[in-house]
Nanobody, 124 residues
Framework: EVQLVESGGGLVQAGGSLRLSCTAS????????IGWFRQAPGKEREGVSCINFSDGTTYFLHSVEGRFTTSSDNAKNTVYLHMNSLEPDDTAVYYC?????????????????WGKGTLVTVSS
């Protein structure tokens, strides 16, 4: 069993930046894919970024490429989502999840554990 806790959400103006954190209850990076997902009001949940530590690959949603990056701190069991040049369309609840695999970072496959989410609001 793995518990995931997101933090770092908040209100930011368009063009601003936020850093989200996802802290796991134990070290899992060797065994799991870590995903960042978001769900805007009235929309389906979508994959923002999925990190496969075993092969070093990271997937990014096309609309966030070049603006969002990820990093990790093994000592803190924490993965970060660095969000820059934020746009109102980035407004959503952001979730992190862990699973054994991902398929184009779909929230419907591979993710076994989910955090409760953190709200990001980007004002225009």
């Amino acid at each position: 069993e793995v518990q995931l806790v997101e933090s770092g959400g908040g209100l930011v103006q368009a063009g601003g930046s936020l850093r989200l954190s996802c802290t796991a209850s134990r070290f899992i990076f060797d065994d799991y894919v870590i995903g960042w997902f978001r769900q805007a009001p009235g929309k389906e949940r979508e994959g923002v970024s999925c990190i496969n530590f075993s092969d070093g690959t990271t997937y990014f949603l096309h609309s966030v490429e070049g603006r969002f990056t990820t990093s990790s701190d093994n000592a803190k069991n924490t993965v970060y989502l660095h969000m820059n040049s934020l746009e109102p369309d980035d407004t959503a609840v952001y979730y992190c999840a862990a699973g054994s695999y991902h398929e184009l970072c779909s929230p419907y496959y591979g993710m076994d554990y989910w955090g409760k989410g953190t709200l990001v609001t980007v004002s225009s």
